[in-house]
């Protein structure tokens, strides 16, 4: 069992940034791969940003060159920086922790960008 804690969604500003948090316990060493996906209503889930256990990352065409994936593996935590941030952006962002067998998520953290 893996189990997430998401932390940082708020709202901003449009032209703003957000960090968002996911600390990660339980059975860690069974992660090959962290990531963001965010939801709209009447929307699927979207990938916004993964990273796999060896480093590699992974982008939705809709926030390259915006947000950026990064981990601490002594905290257990996967950070989601975004910068220069849309109305289009808003939606419950979901923290996901895959292993071989499962797929784990977030209970979704909201991030409103509006002035």
């Known amino acids: 069992q893996v189990q997430l804690v998401e932390s940082g969604g708020g709202l901003v500003q449009p032209g703003g940034s957000l960090r968002l948090s996911c600390a990660a316990s339980?059975?860690?060493?069974?992660?090959?791969?962290m990531g963001w996906y965010r939801q709209t209503p009447g929307k699927e889930r979207e990938l916004v940003a993964r990273?796999?256990?060896?480093?590699?990352?992974d982008y939705g065409d809709s926030v390259k060159g915006r947000f950026t994936i990064s981990r601490d593996n002594t905290k257990n935590t996967v950070y989601l920086q975004m910068n220069s941030l849309k109305p289009e952006d808003t939606a419950v962002y979901y923290c996901?922790?895959?292993?071989?067998?499962?797929?784990?998520w977030g209970q979704g953290t909201q991030v409103t960008v509006s002035s």
């Open positions: 339980g059975s860690i060493f069974s992660i090959n791969a």
């Open positions: 996901n922790a895959r292993t071989p067998m499962y797929a784990y």
């Open positions: 990273i796999t256990s060896g480093g590699s990352t």
